[in-house]
C-alpha cells in the first residue's frame, strides 16, 4: 500500500514537474490521446484483465492517466460490461473487468459511481427502462460482493434511449446491451 | 333501417351499403345511408366535399376530406369530378348532379366573417334519398378554423356512423432530432391531422411516454436525466407543471386513471420495478405489484374498476389483469412472444399491445380476457400504441432499421394503415380526448 501511494505520489510530482515532457510523451504512444468521457467502445467485450499490479504505475498507465483518475478508471480498468439478450445476468466474460472494477475501486475509496444501465432497440420503451435498471443493480451487486460499500454505488437504467452503437443488428445490440460504470465524483 | 350492431366478433370494418342502393332509391323518405363501422369488407363510401363558399372555404373543405379520407370509412371524390358547382348552403342541391358522379354523401357550407368572427353553416345531403341529413352551424375566431373543420368532420363521422368521432382531438408525442447516437427528445403536441406541431419542453432532459388525462387536457410523462428520473404532471391549458414528487430509485410508465384523480406508475429499486397508484389529491402512494420481476406500464380499464399491466414474472413479458386495489393478479396473454405496452380501448371492449414475435414487432388487439387476439400490423419495430377517443383508429411509431422513429395509425380491424402527416420524427404518442 505503501508503494502504491509513493508510486502515485511519484507520478503526480512527475505529471507537475515535467507537463510538457509528459505529454510529449504521452503523444508518442501507441495510443495517441485519452478521452476525458467513456470512449464507445468498438468490441462488444472488454479484454480480460487481471488485478492490477499494486505499484508501477507509470509502466501501468501507458496513455498517461492519473492513476485514480476516471482516465485511468476508463483506460486502465474499462468501464463497460456487456449482458446476453433479455438477460441481466453477469456475464462469465465480465467478471474479471468487474473484479478489476471493484479492486479499483477499493483502491481508490474516496471514488462513487453510478452504474448505467442499458438496452438494445428489440424491446419497447418502459420494459426496457426496467430491464437496464436490472442490469445496473446486477453489476452494483457484483461490485458489493466483492467488496465495494454500497453507498458509494448509485444506479440508473437509460433503458434503449442511449444507444453506444447507432446501427441496427445484432453487432450493434450485442455493443448496446451493457452497463456503464461511471465515476460521479471522488476520483483524482 | 336499424343501426348496426357493434359487436366485434367479424372482421371489422367500414361497411358502405351500396348493395342496397336500389333500395334507397326506391324506399320510402325514412332511408338513409349509413357506415357500418364494424365490418371491413366492402369499399368505402363516396363522398362529395365542395369547396365550402366564403373565406377558407376551401381549406375547410379539404381538411374535412381529408379526415374522412384518412380514416378508411369514406372516400372523397374528385372535385374536378363534380357537375355542380359552386353550390350554397343556402339551396338545395341538384340531386341528379351528384348521383351522376356516385356520391352518396354530399357536404357542402358556406363561410362568413361577421364582426372578427368566423361562421361556418354546413349541410349533409344523402344525395340518393334527396334529404337532408345535418344541418348546423359553428362559431368561431377566424384562426380556429381548422378546428372548425375538425368538428364539421366529426359530425359527419357521427351522423353516418353512429359512432363519435375524433377528429377534433390532438396528440402528444415525443419529437425527436438530432439522430439516434445523440438525439434530442422534446414533448411536443400537434392536431391529429399533424398540423400545428409545437414544442412543450426544450430537449434538456430526455422525454419519454406521455399521456392524456381521459377527461382534461392535462398529461403526465417521464423525464429521464444523467442521474434521476421523474414523473411530471403538465397542465396543458394553464401551463402548470409539477412533479409527482421524489422517490426511492427510478420512476416511470405514468398513466392516469379515468377520473384523472390518480395516476399509477412503476418504481424501481435494487432492480426490482413494481406498481404504484398515487392519489393526486392526498399525494398518497399505494403499492399494488410487489413480485420480484418487473412490474410495468399499467393501463386502467375505462370504469377505472381494473388494471391490465406487464410483467415477466412467468419468464417473460406477458400482460396481467388485476383489480385496480392490486388484487386478483393474472395473466391474460397466452399466445408465444413478448407482449408489452398494454393500452385499454377507451370503450374497455379491447386491450392493444406490442408484441414482439419471429423477430419482427407487432401492434395488436386482444379482449380484457385474453381472447380474440388479432395483429394489426408488422414490422421491424412498431411501438407503443394509444386509442383515439372513439377505439377506432390506434396511433404507434414505427422503425425501419437504422432509420427515425415515424408516427402511424392503424384502425382497429388493421385495414387502413398509414403513415400520420407529420413529416418530422416521433415516438411515444398519446391521443387526447375530444376537444371542448
Known amino acids: 500500500m505503501m508503494r502504491s501511494v509513493n508510486g502515485n505520489t511519484l507520478l503526480r510530482l512527475a505529471l507537475v514537474g ?26 462488444p467485450q472488454a479484454p480480460p484483465r487481471t488485478e492490477l499490479p499494486p505499484a508501477a504505475p507509470v509502466t501501468q498507465a501507458p496513455t498517461g492517466a492519473l492513476p485514480g483518475s476516471t482516465e485511468d478508471f476508463v483506460v486502465n480498468v474499462g468501464d463497460r460490461v456487456y449482458f446476453d439478450t433479455d438477460s441481466h445476468d453477469v456475464r462469465a466474460d465480465a467478471t474479471p473487468l468487474l473484479d478489476a472494477q471493484s479492486a479499483w475501486l477499493r483502491r481508490y475509496g474516496a471514488v462513487k459511481v453510478r452504474i448505467e444501465g442499458n438496452a438494445d432497440e428489440r424491446g419497447t420503451r418502459e420494459y426496457n427502462l426496467a430491464l437496464g435498471a436490472r442490469r445496473a443493480n446486477s453489476v452494483r451487486d457484483y461490485l458489493v460482493e466483492k467488496g465495494v460499500t454500497a453507498d458509494r454505488i448509485s444506479t440508473i437504467s437509460f433503458g434503449k434511449e442511449q444507444p453506444i452503437d447507432a446501427g441496427s443488428g445484432e453487432a450493434s445490440w450485442d455493443k448496446n446491451r451493457n452497463a456503464r460504470t461511471a465515476v460521479v465524483s471522488g476520483a483524482r | 333501417m336499424t343501426r348496426s350492431l357493434r359487436s366485434f366478433s ?21 332511408a338513409e345511408i349509413e357506415v357500418n363501422v364494424n365490418r371491413g369488407d366492402v369499399q368505402p363510401l363516396p ?33 374536378a369530378s363534380f357537375v355542380e358547382k359552386n353550390l350554397t348552403a343556402a339551396v338545395q342541391p341538384r340531386f341528379g348532379d351528384w348521383k351522376t358522379i356516385n356520391a352518396q354523401a354530399l357536404v357542402n357550407g358556406q363561410v362568413t366573417v361577421e364582426g372578427g368572427k368566423l361562421r361556418v353553416d354546413f ?3 344523402d344525395v340518393f334519398a334527396e334529404q337532408q341529413m345535418l344541418g348546423l352551424q359553428f362559431t368561431s375566431s377566424p384562426e380556429n378554423w381548422r378546428r372548425v373543420a375538425h368538428k364539421i368532420s366529426d359530425a359527419v363521422y357521427e351522423r353516418l356512423t353512429g359512432e363519435k368521432g375524433y377528429f377534433d382531438t390532438r396528440v402528444v408525442f415525443v419529437a425527436e432530432s438530432g439522430g439516434r447516437a445523440k438525439v434530442i427528445k422534446r414533448l411536443a403536441i400537434m392536431d391529429q ?18 399521456r392524456f388525462s381521459s377527461n382534461s387536457q392535462e398529461i403526465t410523462y417521464m423525464s429521464l436525466r444523467p442521474d434521476s428520473s421523474s414523473i411530471f404532471l403538465f397542465n396543458l391549458e394553464t401551463a402548470r407543471r409539477e412533479s409527482l414528487g421524489a422517490f426511492p430509485g427510478m420512476v416511470f410508465a405514468p398513466r392516469f386513471s379515468p377520473d384523472g384523480g390518480k395516476v399509477a406508475f412503476s418504481v424501481e429499486r435494487g432492480g426490482n420495478s413494481d406498481i404504484f397508484v398515487m392519489n393526486l389529491s392526498s399525494r398518497t402512494s399505494t403499492r399494488l405489484t410487489s413480485d420480484p420481476s418487473i412490474d410495468t406500464s399499467a393501463s386502467f380499464s375505462p370504469d377505472g374498476a381494473r388494471i391490465v399491466f406487464n410483467s415477466d ?28 405496452t398494454p393500452v385499454w380501448s377507451p370503450t374497455g371492449e379491447f386491450i ?17 380476457d385474453g381472447s380474440d387476439e388479432r395483429l394489426l400490423t408488422s414490422s421491424y419495430l412498431d411501438e407503443g400504441p394509444t386509442w383515439a377517443p372513439n377505439g377506432r383508429v390506434l396511433m404507434f411509431s414505427r422503425e425501419t432499421p437504422g432509420g427515425p422513429p415515424k408516427l402511424w395509425t392503424v384502425d382497429v380491424t388493421g385495414r387502413v394503415l398509414q403513415p400520420m402527416p407529420y413529416p418530422g420524427a416521433g415516438s411515444d404518442p398519446a391521443w387526447s380526448p375530444l376537444l371542448n
Open chain 1, 18 to 43: 515535467a507537463a510538457a515532457a509528459s505529454l510529449a510523451a504521452c503523444a508518442s504512444k501507441p495510443k495517441p490521446t485519452y478521452p476525458t468521457q467513456a470512449p464507445p467502445q468498438t468490441q
Open chain 2, 10 to 30: 367479424a372482421p371489422v370494418m367500414a361497411m358502405v351499403l351500396l348493395g342496397l342502393l336500389a333500395v334507397f332509391l326506391a324506399a320510402p323518405a325514412r
Open chain 2, 47 to 79: 363522398v362529395a366535399v365542395p369547396a365550402f363558399g366564403g373565406t377558407q372555404g376551401a381549406d375547410i373543405a379539404q381538411v374535412i376530406a381529408a379526415n374522412l379520407q384518412r380514416s378508411g370509412l369514406f372516400r372523397p371524390l374528385d372535385p
Open chain 2, 123 to 125: 349541410r349533409m345531403w
Open chain 2, 193 to 210: 391531422d399533424g398540423a400545428n406541431p409545437s414544442y412543450l419542453t426544450s430537449g434538456d432532459s430526455i422525454v419519454m411516454t406521455p
Open chain 2, 313 to 340: 414474472r412467468g419468464g417473460s413479458p406477458q400482460l396481467y389483469l388485476m383489480g385496480a386495489d392490486g388484487s386478483g393478479q393474472r395473466r391474460i396473454s397466452g399466445g408465444g412472444g413478448r407482449y408489452t
Open chain 2, 352 to 368: 392493444a399491445f406490442t408484441k414482439q414475435t419471429g423477430g419482427e414487432f407487432h401492434i395488436g388487439v386482444m379482449r380484457p
